[in-house]
């Protein structure tokens, strides 16, 4: 990767809201055995936490994440054990600015939480770049994020942007062809089908109708896109559109959601 001198920005927004060492544990045993460690030396709990994945130490003027490294096709070898992460408001957007500084990134990976990519500096010290899903995720640290004695509290689950939208359509051609636009789109990561009966009241009469549900599995972020694509694909001239948010999901169910629906990173060099 090649680093090219720039002239210092003035009056544009930061590129980091915040940041934290990550120290990547060998394994899930390992990563219990540090999580472990650094509660005894540090008395307090580790929160946000997830089990066998990844929990972080919040100190005054640090923040400590402790995580296991997933596979990736991108990164054959494994990660350095220690690692500088930032917190981005916006990662397309960041990693546009990473290439226009002649950097490569690598391409933005899905998650439970998030999205994020890495850099490299210089000296060869991996750069997480991380967007959280929601920015309440990344509080700043304060002294009163430690606690004197370990907290036996469970913490709140993770909020998760994930949601189901529901939709009908007059047949199942019709449906079919609406879950293929919408997945080849990104705004859909699984959509379930089932033949329904409808009553309904349109334009003063009611109405009795053989309908086709459409159970979609989407980024409640992307609601806007999906709300034009289905109206501009839909025959009805008032398409039924409820999202449901999800309250929780697995982790492995959420990082394969997360997956599914990242919008592909456009091309290298592309403006």
């Not at 460690?37 to 540090?42: I, K, P, V």
């Not at 008395?43 to 923040?63: A, I, S, T």
């Not at 500096?121 to 370990?150: A, C, K, W």
Request: aromatic share 8%.
């Amino acid at each position: 990767m090649q680093h090219q001198d720039a002239p210092p920005s003035h009056g544009e927004p930061p590129i980091a809201l915040g940041g934290l060492v990550a120290l990547a544990a060998r394994d899930r045993q390992d990563w219990g055995i540090l999580i472990q460690f650094y509660r005894d030396l540090l008395r307090q709990e580790p929160h946000p936490f997830q089990v066998d994945r990844y929990g972080e130490f919040q100190l005054p003027g640090l923040r400590l994440g402790i995580f296991v490294p997933k596979d990736s096709p991108e990164s054959p070898d494994p990660p350095p054990p220690l690692s500088l992460c930032l917190v981005v408001p916006d990662l397309a957007a960041t990693l546009t600015h990473c290439r226009q500084l002649g950097w490569d990134p690598v391409p933005p990976q899905g998650s439970s939480h998030g999205q994020e990519s890495w850099i490299q500096d210089p000296h060869g010290t991996r750069i997480l770049l991380y967007q959280p899903f929601n920015p309440m995720d990344t509080p700043p640290v304060s002294s009163e994020s430690v606690s004197p004695e370990p907290v036996t509290a469970e913490p709140s689950p993770e909020p998760v942007p994930y949601g189901v939208v529901l939709t009908t359509a007059p047949s199942r051609p019709v449906a079919l062809e609406l879950g293929h636009a919408l997945l080849e789109a990104k705004l859909a990561a699984c959509i379930n089908l089932f033949p329904v009966h409808s009553l309904y009241t349109w334009q003063g009469e009611t109405q009795s109708e053989e309908e086709w549900q459409l159970v979609i599995k989407t980024d409640l972020r992307r609601w806007d896109e999906l709300e034009a694509a289905i109206t501009r694909l839909h025959p009805y001239e008032v398409p039924e559109l409820v999202a449901l948010p999800l309250a929780s999901v697995s982790g492995a169910y959420g990082q394969w959601l997360g997956e599914q629906l990242t919008p592909p990173a456009p091309p290298s060099g592309a403006s």
